[in-house]
């Protein structure tokens, strides 16, 4: 296995306070390699999210250790916190999260601002937005896009900044099945064309062809673990 990106040990999750705690993740230990295409499958209420939200640093774990792109995420200070979530993750979410009131371009311009080092905001914009064949949307209000070209819009913000590792939660849920292959061949080209970790929840068993490998979660724990012989491209991807 090639070095790990992401390392997690005996990670907990409560909400609440007894007696009426919820157990969202009940100590969990994970290893993903870099460029590795994790799918995570379980049923609703099983902590999918929690646990991308615990990998991408928007939730602080009840216990345990989180490591991310070299970080232990649960130990930073609010401050390099926020820096860890503008930097080295990027999230694509169900329902898009578009600002309303900016265009598509500036959707995408707005996060590649948080890292200036990277070189012109402007200039990263059109060439993330280019590249997913983006560029006659870049004027469009998310109200003037479809679904699916909201979501590609989504997926092109969560690339901008150059992400090692893109936390997906059911980026196809809400999408066609066409329009949802589109999604997951731009996730499948990150993870192949730039080696960018893709780890991703989504409830349809099919997706998890694609995968390298397939995480099954249950009442906050990972209950299986298992690696695809030969993923397939997403464009083979049915459901
Ligand atoms: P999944 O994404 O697999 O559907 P979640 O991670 O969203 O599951 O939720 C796991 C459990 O934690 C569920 O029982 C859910 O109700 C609970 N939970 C999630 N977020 C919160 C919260 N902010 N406050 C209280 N309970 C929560
Ligand atoms: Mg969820």
Redesign the pocket.
């Known amino acids: 296995m090639a070095e790990a990106i992401i390392s997690l040990e005996g990670v907990t999750k409560d ?2 306070a007894p007696p009426r705690q ?1 157990h ?1 993740l009940r100590s969990v230990d994970l290893e993903v390699a870099e460029a590795e295409f994790v799918v995570l499958l ?10 991308l939200n615990v990998l991408g640093g928007i939730e602080a774990p009840t216990s345990g250790t989180v490591t991310v792109a070299g970080r232990r995420v649960e130990a930073l200070e609010e401050e390099d916190r926020s820096e860890f979530r503008r930097n080295s993750v990027g999230f694509v979410f169900q329902f898009f999260n578009l600002v309303p009131t900016l265009t598509a371009g500036e959707n995408v311009q707005l996060i590649a601002e948080l890292r200036p080092t990277l070189g012109d905001a402007a200039d990263r914009t059109h060439t993330v937005l280019a590249g997913l064949g983006l560029e006659d949307l870049t004027e469009r209000y998310p109200m003037q896009l479809s679904g699916g070209q909201q979501q590609r819009v989504a997926v092109a913000r969560a690339l901008v900044n150059q992400a090692r590792v893109l936390l997906c ?1 059911e980026p196809t849920g809400a999408l066609d099945l066409e329009t949802g292959r589109s999604i997951l061949d731009l996730l499948q080209r990150a993870q192949r064309e730039t080696g960018t970790t893709v780890v991703m ?1 989504t409830h349809n068993s099919a997706i998890a062809k694609m995968a390298d490998r397939v995480l099954n ?1 249950r009442s ?1 724990e990972i209950v299986g673990d298992r690696r695809v012989e030969s993923p397939v491209s997403a464009a083979e991807v049915s459901w």
């Open positions: 909400y609440g919820v969202a379980g049923p609703s209420g099983s902590g999918k999210t929690t646990l939660d929840v979660m906050g």
